[in-house]
């Protein structure tokens, strides 16, 4: 899977916890799910995504638990905290605000 | 809460170790396999599936650095792991490790050393409230700080604006009589001196300011020091109500002293190297002599300090002084002669910081210590030259391991900071083992600059200061000595990795850095030999100077019958009597009493004129007191008349002799035998003798005009004299058995023996200072660039054993192996000479004020060095020579 093109570190943060506000998943999952609510435009390698997936815990916005799926495996599942919930929601202000910019600038002839 | 459980995450990630990488290996592989899933579920086989997936998975350590990273935690354990790696190569480098921590340890212990004096002296605050807030104040005069009067002091305290206290301290201490040879010393101390430094009792109570009024002549209360109440207290509470006998400078009065409190143990002073033992209020020093310092306008006998008030600058608080030190001289002006005033006048008062105490010992060594703090400085550059060389020439075998480490994909930084801990190691264990040197050699100079004073003890145990010192000079140092090395070895232009190519290939680059520090130890062995040569020297010019006098089998001792209590002339007959019985005894070559030793206990200044001229009042010379055959006892040589007979006694014509520089002086060509001279109080005189001029101040004065008047003829017979002996034969002895018969005749206090010639050694306590610690410095650095070279040679003929021994085989000759080897080492030695005479010539000119009869540019000293140094280099060079000579060409040649 190739990197997904021009997207900021920050901008991945953002997709994750926008994916794990609807349930928690483990890392496989959300890769597959942001790929799938993107229309197979953004595809986030494990390259990228487990290196976002620790920081975001480290900085206490989700949570980590090891839980048993179906099949008898064991994954680690992440869920928002609190923070993270309110952090999601400002990181998601502050996107709209910038893509609106950009589109101003980049839509005028 | 989540504080709390971001912390425990961290914390877990840090020593989680094992166990929180393998989670992450489980959650990585658990993603594999669902990727394999995926694709087998879109219908590849499980081969094709498993391929596409670990392709697009990508590069797995990456990822794991990567998220290792966000655990932010990367840098202590990528610390840890690189002291690991360098404990582990400097043990596969045994011997190469040993000589840089050797290096090392030699130069820290030196400069730790030094600095413990440095600390001690200057740096230590007094153990006070607020020592920052505390100032001397001292009347400079051309010689040093002066001190103040009490009538001076008075003054100063009651109309100064700019302190909250001012208190006062004597400057000189004096005894406390106990009956024994080293009674408790002490002094007097204003009644506010204990409340203004904050200090409390740990038993009783301090001074306080209704014990020092002058109107009650001082309360007769003491405060004894910590030390004093266990040595002599046993540390028991009964102490307090004890007395303390002072006795006046004449012997004549006693004055019980109660004491009233100790102080705490931390407390000795305000004067750095010495411990008070007790305090007793300055205005009952009236009681103890009462026509003494205290009422004195001119008396200087006191030192102030004061504790300057709040955002009050030095320099307003010395302007404020010096306006009630004017008025006060106005006010005085009357009382003295108006030469003295207007000496007064001429010596402002200065403020300085005091918060390390006062500064007498700091300007007496000063400029020394600061002078041996460089010298060791350069000690340190030589030792880390030591380490770079050494770490070059490790790097050079490690090349193939350096050039895979590069090749893999390591970075530059990453690796030249894993070499840097590998410096930082070497510099700490290095910086430990100097730290035990210094705690064994820095009691030694701190001995030396007690001067044999059994009152001067200072304490130079390492403290914070100190070990932070030696802790950031170790790191510091090794940083620096390890950047060059790691920086061109990271270079990593590796032309080949095998390890002998690199090494044949890479020699030459390498070497000029190597050739560079070998010369450059070179040239700073050249400069710490010169000064210690040219000290070396000065004390041997001190030694076998002609200074008018001989110093060789002269004891003295005080004798002391005022102390005794006789007065007048049963004085007179009680030094005729001990002179009569020192030379009857075997042993004894001569004998005579004093009241000032060559040099040492110098005597008194007077006003002076010959008779028949007219008298300038400001015209003074200096004046001893002898007997007859004090000039036979000191060897000084008579040029005219005579000596002093029996003749002269009480009664009959005052006579005086005086030395040749007086009669150049106020004679000239004339002939001074049997001229009259009116010298002060002692009167009018008639000259019959001329002796040879001598040093009586010090050994380094100009000559100047001394008149000896007769010790035992005039009526004022001061308290004690020195009694001077020159014997024949073993001088301790005999001055100890004289001691002991003498006591036995009058129960008059016998001071200790001592010999002149250690006596003199003593004022030439700074000289011998820098000359032993110059001199270790110098030899310390001779030795650490000695096997520099020995290291670079024979790591040098190691390297090239394959091609010598092709020559051997060829036919060379020993001789013809050998010149090559022998010629880089003078080379490099010459080079380093080149570079370094100039040098000390340049720089020795610090010790200026240190030389005697010998200066900077003297060639004897010069050629010494040099000469030195190409012995030096000649011993260093002979076994790699020798070995280089002696390869056999048969081994050398497998030697691939």
Same mark, same amino acid.
């Given at each position: 899977?190739?990197?997904?093109?021009?997207?900021?570190?920050?901008?991945?943060?953002?997709?994750?916890?926008?994916?794990?506000?609807?349930?928690?998943?483990?890392?496989?999952?959300?890769?597959?799910?942001?790929?799938?609510?993107?229309?197979?435009?953004?595809?986030?390698?494990?390259?990228?995504?487990?290196?976002?997936?620790?920081?975001?815990?480290?900085?206490?916005?989700?949570?980590?638990?090891?839980?048993?799926?179906?099949?008898?495996?064991?994954?680690?599942?992440?869920?928002?905290?609190?923070?993270?919930?309110?952090?999601?929601?400002?990181?998601?202000?502050?996107?709209?605000?910038?893509?609106?910019?950009?589109?101003?600038?980049?839509?005028?002839? | 809460?989540?504080?709390? !459980?971001?912390?425990?995450?961290?914390?877990?990630?840090?020593? &989680?170790?094992?166990?929180?990488?393998?989670?992450?290996?489980?959650?990585?592989?658990?993603?594999?396999?669902?990727?394999?899933?995926?694709?087998?579920?879109?219908?590849?086989?499980?081969?094709?599936?498993?391929?596409?997936?670990?392709?697009?998975?990508?590069?797995?350590?990456?990822?794991?650095?990567?998220?290792?990273?966000?655990?932010?935690?990367?840098?202590?354990?990528?610390?840890?792991?690189?002291?690991?790696?360098?404990?582990?190569?400097?043990?596969?480098?045994?011997?190469?490790?040993?000589?840089?921590?050797?290096?090392?340890?030699?130069?820290?212990?030196?400069?730790?050393?030094?600095?413990?004096?440095? *600390?001690?002296?200057?740096?230590?605050?007094?153990?006070?409230?607020?020592?920052?807030?505390?100032?001397?104040?001292?009347?400079?005069?051309?010689?040093?700080?002066?001190?103040?009067?009490?009538?001076?002091?008075?003054?100063?305290?009651?109309?100064?604006?700019?302190?909250?206290?001012?208190?006062?301290?004597?400057?000189p201490v004096f005894p406390a009589e106990d009956g024994t040879d080293q009674p408790p010393v002490?002094?007097?101390?204003?009644?506010?001196?204990?409340?203004?430094?904050?200090?409390?009792?740990?038993?009783?109570?301090?001074?306080?300011?209704?014990?020092?009024?002058?109107?009650?002549?001082?309360?007769?209360?003491?405060?004894?020091?910590? &030390?004093?109440?266990?040595?002599?207290?046993?540390?028991?509470?009964?102490?307090?109500?004890?007395?303390?006998e002072i006795r006046g400078p004449f012997g004549t009065v006693s004055v019980p002293?109660?004491?009233?409190?100790?102080?705490?143990?931390?407390?000795?002073?305000?004067?750095?190297?010495?411990?008070?033992?007790?305090?007793?209020?300055?205005?009952?020093?009236?009681r103890v002599n009462p026509k003494g310092l205290?009422?004195?306008?001119?008396?200087?006998?006191?030192?102030?300090?004061?504790?300057?008030?709040?955002?009050?600058?030095?320099?307003?608080?010395?302007?404020?002084?010096?306006?009630?030190?004017?008025?006060?001289?106005?006010?005085?002006?009357?009382?003295?002669?108006?030469?003295?005033?207007?000496?007064?006048?001429?010596?402002?008062?200065?403020?300085?910081?005091?918060?390390?105490?006062?500064?007498?010992?700091?300007?007496?060594?000063?400029?020394?210590?600061?002078?041996?703090?460089?010298?060791?400085?350069?000690?340190?550059?030589?030792?880390?030259?030591?380490?770079?060389?050494?770490?070059?020439?490790?790097?050079?075998?490690?090349?193939?391991?350096?050039?895979?480490?590069?090749?893999?994909?390591?970075?530059?930084?990453?690796?030249?900071?894993?070499?840097?801990?590998?410096?930082?190691?070497?510099?700490?264990?290095?910086?430990?083992?100097?730290?035990?040197?210094?705690?064994?050699?820095?009691?030694?100079?701190?001995?030396?600059?007690?001067?044999?004073d059994p009152a001067?003890?200072?304490?130079?145990?390492?403290?914070?200061?100190?070990?932070?010192?030696?802790?950031?000079?170790?790191?510091?140092?090794?940083?620096?000595?390890?950047?060059?090395?790691?920086?061109?070895?990271?270079?990593?232009?590796?032309?080949?990795?095998?390890?002998?190519?690199?090494?044949?290939?890479?020699?030459?680059?390498?070497?000029?850095?190597?050739?560079?520090?070998?010369?450059?130890?070179?040239?700073?062995?050249?400069?710490?030999?010169?000064?210690?040569?040219?000290?070396?020297?000065?004390?041997?010019?001190?030694?076998?100077?002609?200074?008018?006098f001989e110093r060789?089998g002269v004891v003295e001792m005080w004798l002391s019958p005022g102390r005794g209590g006789y007065t007048g002339e049963r004085r007179a007959t009680y030094f005729r009597e001990v002179l009569q019985l020192v030379r009857s005894m075997s042993g004894v070559r001569s004998a005579a009493v004093s009241l000032g030793m060559p040099v040492w206990s110098t005597g008194v200044t007077s006003?002076?004129?010959?008779?028949?001229?007219?008298?300038?009042?400001?015209?003074?010379?200096f004046v001893n007191e002898v007997s007859e055959g004090y000039f036979a006892t000191t060897g000084t040589?008579l040029?005219?008349?005579r000596d002093f007979g029996p003749d002269d006694r009480p009664g009959s014509t005052p006579v005086a002799i005086v030395?040749?520089?007086?009669?150049?002086?106020?004679?000239?060509?004339?002939?001074?035998?049997?001229?009259?001279?009116?010298v002060g109080i002692r009167g009018v005189l008639e000259i019959v003798g001329?002796v040879?001029?001598t040093?009586h101040?010090?050994?380094?004065?100009?000559?100047?005009?001394i008149v000896y008047g007769h010790a035992l003829q005039g009526g004022n017979l001061g308290s004690s004299l020195h009694l001077a002996v020159k014997t024949a034969g073993n001088a301790a002895a005999i001055g100890r058995s004289l001691q002991q018969e003498i006591q036995r005749i009058a129960p008059v206090p016998v001071g200790s023996p001592s010999m002149l010639g250690a006596q003199i050694?003593r004022?030439?306590? !700074?000289?011998?200072?820098?000359?032993?610690?110059?001199?270790?410095?110098?030899?310390?650095?001779?030795?650490?660039?000695?096997?520099?070279?020995?290291?670079?040679?024979?790591?040098?003929?190691?390297?090239?054993? *394959?091609?010598?021994?092709?020559?051997?085989?060829?036919?060379?000759?020993?001789?013809?192996?050998?010149?090559?080897?022998?010629?880089?080492?003078?080379?490099?030695?010459?080079?380093?000479?080149?570079?370094?005479?100039?040098?000390?010539?340049?720089?020795?000119?610090?010790?200026?004020?240190?030389?005697?009869?010998?200066?900077?540019?003297?060639?004897?000293?010069?050629?010494?060095?040099?000469?030195?140094?190409?012995?030096?280099?000649?011993?260093?060079?002979?076994?790699?020579?020798?070995?280089?000579?002696?390869?056999?060409?048969?081994?050398?040649?497998?030697?691939?």
């Open positions: 899977m190739s990197k997904p093109t021009d997207l900021v570190q920050g901008t991945l943060d953002l997709l994750i916890l926008k994916v794990i506000a609807l349930e928690p998943m483990h890392g496989w999952a959300i890769s597959q799910r942001i790929s799938q609510m993107s229309n197979d435009v953004l595809q986030v390698g494990q390259g990228s995504l487990y290196p976002a997936l620790h920081k975001l815990e480290q900085q206490g916005w989700i949570d980590a638990e090891w839980r048993d799926t179906e099949n008898n495996r064991r994954a680690k599942y992440y869920a928002l905290t609190r923070e993270g919930r309110r952090a999601m929601k400002q990181e998601a202000a502050q996107w709209e605000r910038l893509s609106t910019a950009i589109s101003l600038i980049v839509s005028r002839a | 809460m989540r504080a709390l !459980k971001t912390v425990r995450l961290r914390l877990r990630s840090l020593f &989680g170790g094992h166990r929180v990488e393998r989670e992450l290996d489980d959650e990585l592989r658990d993603h594999l396999e669902r990727e394999i899933e995926r694709h087998l579920a879109a219908g590849l086989s499980r081969a094709q599936a498993r391929t596409t997936a670990l392709s697009a998975f990508g590069n797995v350590a990456l990822v794991r650095e990567q998220v290792r990273d966000t655990w932010r935690v990367r840098w202590i354990e990528d610390l840890a792991r690189d002291l690991v790696f360098a404990a582990r190569s400097m043990r596969r480098a045994p011997l190469h490790s040993l000589v840089a921590v050797a290096s090392l340890a030699a130069a820290i212990g030196a400069n730790t050393a030094t600095f413990s004096v440095v *600390n001690t002296l200057m740096l230590r605050d007094l153990p006070v409230a607020s020592p920052e807030q505390l100032v001397e104040l001292a009347p400079e005069t051309p010689v040093g700080l002066g001190n103040f009067s009490y009538p001076m002091y008075e003054r100063v305290r009651d109309q100064n604006t700019t302190f909250t206290h001012l208190i006062a301290v004597s400057s002490g002094r007097y101390a204003s009644g506010n001196f204990f409340d203004a430094l904050g200090l409390t009792p740990v038993l009783g109570r301090l001074l306080i300011p209704s014990d020092d009024r002058p109107s009650t002549n001082g309360s007769t209360v003491a405060v004894i020091s910590w &030390g004093l109440w266990q040595r002599k207290f046993g540390g028991d509470s009964a102490a307090i109500g004890k007395a303390l002293f109660t004491i009233v409190g100790v102080l705490p143990r931390a407390f000795q002073g305000l004067t750095v190297g010495r411990s008070d033992d007790f305090y007793v209020p300055l205005t009952s020093e009236h205290l009422g004195s306008p001119g008396a200087g006998w006191i030192k102030v300090v004061g504790r300057l008030k709040e955002k009050v600058s030095r320099g307003a608080a010395e302007s404020d002084v010096n306006l009630a030190y004017q008025r006060f001289i106005d006010e005085f002006a009357g009382l003295a002669r108006p030469e003295e005033v207007q000496r007064l006048r001429a010596r402002p008062i200065v403020v300085s910081s005091a918060r390390a105490g006062l500064s007498g010992p700091r300007r007496e060594f000063e400029r020394p210590v600061l002078l041996l703090m460089g010298a060791v400085a350069l000690v340190l550059v030589v030792g880390c030259a030591n380490v770079v060389n050494l770490l070059l020439a490790r790097g050079l075998t490690r090349r193939a391991e350096i050039g895979v480490r590069l090749a893999i994909g390591s970075s530059r930084g990453r690796f030249v900071r894993q070499l840097l801990a590998e410096s930082a190691v070497l510099g700490l264990l290095g910086g430990a083992v100097g730290l035990a040197f210094a705690v064994c050699g820095t009691p030694g100079i701190a001995t030396l600059m007690a001067n044999e001067i003890a200072y304490d130079v145990a390492p403290d914070r200061t100190v070990l932070a010192f030696t802790f950031l000079l170790s790191l510091g140092s090794a940083l620096a000595a390890g950047l060059i090395p790691a920086l061109r070895l990271s270079r990593g232009n590796v032309p080949s990795l095998r390890e002998d190519v690199a090494a044949r290939g890479g020699g030459r680059a390498l070497t000029l850095w190597t050739r560079g520090l070998i010369a450059s130890q070179v040239a700073l062995s050249v400069l710490l030999l010169a000064g210690a040569f040219l000290l070396v020297t000065t004390l041997r010019n001190f030694r076998t100077g002609d200074f008018g060789e006003s002076f004129g010959v008779e028949g001229r007219p008298k300038d009042p400001d015209e003074e010379v040589r040029l005219r008349g030395n040749d520089a007086l009669v150049q002086h106020y004679f000239g060509a004339e002939n001074p035998i049997g001229r009259r001279v009116d001329v040879e001029t040093k101040e010090s050994l380094r004065e100009a000559d100047s005009p050694d004022t030439l306590v !700074k000289e011998r200072l820098v000359a032993r610690v110059l001199g270790a410095s110098a030899l310390l650095a001779v030795l650490l660039a000695a096997a520099g070279l020995y290291g670079v040679l024979a790591y040098s003929v190691t390297r090239r054993t *394959n091609e010598i021994g092709v020559r051997i085989a060829l036919g060379a000759t020993r001789a013809a192996i050998l010149r090559p080897v022998l010629a880089e080492a003078t080379k490099l030695v010459a080079l380093g000479v080149v570079i370094g005479v100039p040098a000390a010539l340049a720089l020795t000119r610090a010790l200026a004020t240190l030389l005697y009869d010998v200066t900077p540019t003297d060639a004897s000293v010069l050629g010494a060095v040099i000469a030195s140094l190409f012995l030096v280099a000649l011993a260093a060079a002979v076994v790699p020579a020798w070995r280089a000579s002696h390869v056999d060409p048969l081994v050398a040649l497998r030697y691939e």
